[in-house]
């Protein structure tokens, strides 16, 4: 089975911290993404990836950064994190599908509060 | 720009019994694809099911079946034989074919609970 990990279920940081939520599939998956998931507004994308060093913006890339130095690893970085980041964060990896059918596996979440 | 929309925040349902949750898409592609994932209250999200656009056949995966209509733009998720473990958040995907490494486009979501 693929396996997606995330470090934390749960964090808490300061305004001004600088952030850091890892990421690590174990199946050499090419694709990496970062979810943000809120209530009543499902999930939105943040960063994906589709090869190391390679990165493009999703739909809310703003206040966030993100590094894929190795295949299996993406994080994402919170550069100087604000209470509207406090959210739910998901991390999802999938194969380069040739006909962009591969399903994306997701992990278990990271509960992100920004005190 | 593609849009999913799901129109059901809440549904419910009782044990051994069969309901339908909602989804429309907007897009102008052809090609493309669409999944349902399920995420529980442990938060993990799991794939119940996919569809080929290219595909006339509706997909089943064992009591999950959809109804897709691509003229209308609808696809649709029916959990047969409703069960306590079904209880979960329900999110309608959508994909295009055209890019392979592209992410995918979510709706809101639907919160089904089951009841005995």
């Known amino acids: 089975d693929v396996k997606v990990t995330q470090s934390s279920r749960y964090l808490v940081k300061r305004t001004g911290e600088k952030v850091f939520l890892e990421c690590v599939q174990d199946m050499d998956h090419e694709n990496m993404f970062w979810y943000r998931q809120d209530p009543g507004l499902g999930l939105r994308l943040i960063y994906f990836?589709?090869?190391?060093?390679?990165?493009e913006k999703g739909d809310i890339p703003e206040g966030y950064s993100v590094s894929r130095e190795k295949k299996e690893r993406f994080s994402l970085i919170l550069e100087s994190a604000s209470t509207n980041q406090t959210s739910m964060y998901l991390c999802a990896s999938s194969l380069w599908g040739e006909y962009g059918h591969q399903p994306q596996h997701f992990g278990d979440g990271t509960r992100l509060s920004i005190l | 720009a593609q849009t999913v929309t799901q129109s059901q925040p809440e549904m419910s349902v009782q044990e051994a019994e069969t309901v339908t949750l909602s989804c429309t898409y907007d897009t102008s592609e052809s090609d493309y694809y669409l999944f349902w994932y399920k995420q529980p209250p442990s938060r993990q999200m799991i794939l119940v099911i996919r569809?080929?656009?290219?595909?006339?056949q509706n997909a089943t995966e064992n009591r999950f079946s959809v109804n897709f209509q691509k003229a209308a733009k609808s696809f649709s998720l029916k959990i047969s034989d409703s069960q306590l473990g079904d209880a979960a958040m329900y999110f309608c995907a959508y994909r295009s074919a055209s890019q392979a490494g592209t992410a995918l486009i979510f709706g809101k979501g639907t919160t089904l609970s089951v009841s005995s």
């Open positions: 990836s589709y090869d190391v060093k390679m990165k």
């Open positions: 569809q080929e656009a290219y595909k006339q």
